[in-house]
């Protein structure tokens, strides 16, 4: 039985197929006293569900869940302190492989005092990606990106018998090899499941899928409705070890979305023109979430085009819920039956499926863009902002 001391009376059973879960019911925490959070933003539903699962009277207290219901009232401005824990860590090579010797050390030292060093692995899931350390040696041949890989293999030698050795050692840790992909898109295609379970106490314990990740662009997991975002290397092994990330109940600005893209018009056209509208906004520091009818005609990749975008337009994370979009991405990406069944199910559960028709959540502020008005765009010549038409490009150039 999960260890949360569920004030608000919301622990609930929810039956898939052959499996059962058990999960923390927003509706029934709404019933018991967290009045109207049916009308947060998807993305601060995610995080009330975060509190309201690790509720421990400590680091999580029943005040700071029902400051999550005051955010309706206050809508970010209060500045709440939350301890927020992901579901897992997503790391690249550069910054994983110095938390891997970390974990080392520290057997090494439990092991010098008497102890048992199989004590020692990450508490939540990790997964490292290597990608950053790769070279471009050879190009232009059938043969280059095996060989790439290879030369990789022969450089990092060392690194990759110390690797392999966590893998087998450390509970919670995996490695994704040289040559699979960049580590968000690895987290997109393969890793992310938008619906995490573990066992606990006997039981199956089901919860949104959320993580920190050691990437800027981590952010672009965001498009498959799973809450994530880039952290320090420091912040992210404090996650890998059970420790929670401190934050500050953050503003969340929707940004609603009308009609569909014009023939011709790419997703690059449509990250820059949302970039350029949300730097002239000033998203800093905030969430942002999409919603509206122009959700519908939008494709995943698209969606995660925008989400790895937040960097640039300088939000926290720029987040989709979960959709019958979600769903066919998880189908065609061969994610399990099952998996996607749950997703599909959990998500109507709680209140976190996003379809036309349904009511607006209450956000910040928000501002709104007819998909119909993008227009082929190039990039501005320093930032991506700095977005120009492609019609105005030869005069432009000419001034």
Not at 169 to 192: K, M, S
Request: charged share 25%; aromatic share 8%.
């Amino acid at each position: 039985m999960s260890n949360s001391l569920d004030s608000f009376q919301c622990r609930r059973t929810l039956t898939v197929g052959d499996a059962e879960y058990t999960y923390f019911d927003l509706r029934e925490a709404e019933k018991n006293g967290l009045s109207g959070v049916s009308r947060l933003p998807f993305s601060m539903k995610v995080l009330l569900e975060n509190l309201l699962r690790n509720e421990d009277g400590r680091s999580v207290t029943k005040e700071a869940i029902a400051a999550v219901a005051a955010w309706l009232t206050d809508r970010g401005s209060a500045g709440v302190e939350i301890a927020y824990r992901p579901a897992r860590v997503l790391m690249q090579d550069f910054t994983g492989v110095p938390a891997v010797v970390d974990l080392a050390a520290m057997r090494d030292g439990i092991a010098s005092l008497g102890g048992d060093p199989q004590k020692i692995n990450p508490l939540v899931p990790v997964d490292l990606v290597i990608d950053h350390s790769v070279i471009v040696d050879e190009f232009g041949t059938p043969m280059a990106f095996a060989r790439n890989v290879e030369l990789e293999y022969q450089r990092n030698e060392e690194r990759y018998k110390f690797l392999k050795w966590g893998q087998q050692a450390f509970r919670n840790f995996r490695v994704v090899p040289p040559g699979t992909g960049i580590c968000h898109q690895v987290n997109l295609e393969y890793l992310g499941q938008v619906v995490w379970t573990k066992e606990e106490d006997g039981e199956t314990v089901a919860y949104p899928d959320t993580c920190v990740g050691t990437d800027s662009h981590t952010t672009m997991i965001n498009g498959l409705g799973v809450l994530g975002w880039g952290v320090g290397g420091i912040e992210a092994e404090a996650a890998m070890l059970g420790q929670p990330v401190s934050m500050l109940l953050p503003e969340v600005i929707g940004f609603r979305l009308t009609g569909r893209l014009k023939e011709g018009v790419t997703a690059t056209d449509l990250v820059l023109t949302v970039t350029q509208m949300l730097r002239k906004k000033g998203v800093v520091g905030k969430f942002v979430e999409f919603f509206g009818p122009g959700l519908s005609s939008m494709s995943l990749a698209d969606r995660a085009t925008i989400g790895n975008m937040a960097p640039e337009y300088g939000a926290t994370c720029g987040f989709f819920p979960v959709d019958s979009e979600t769903v066919r991405y998880l189908t065609m990406s061969s994610r399990a039956p099952e998996r996607i069944a749950l997703v599909e199910a959990y998500s109507k559960a709680q209140g976190m499926w996003r379809e036309d028709g349904i009511e607006d959540p209450v956000f910040t502020d928000t501002l709104e863009l007819d998909l119909g008005d993008v227009v082929p765009s190039m990039a501005g010549p320093k930032r991506p902002e700095g977005r120009a038409p492609l019609e105005d490009i030869a005069a432009n150039f000419a001034k």
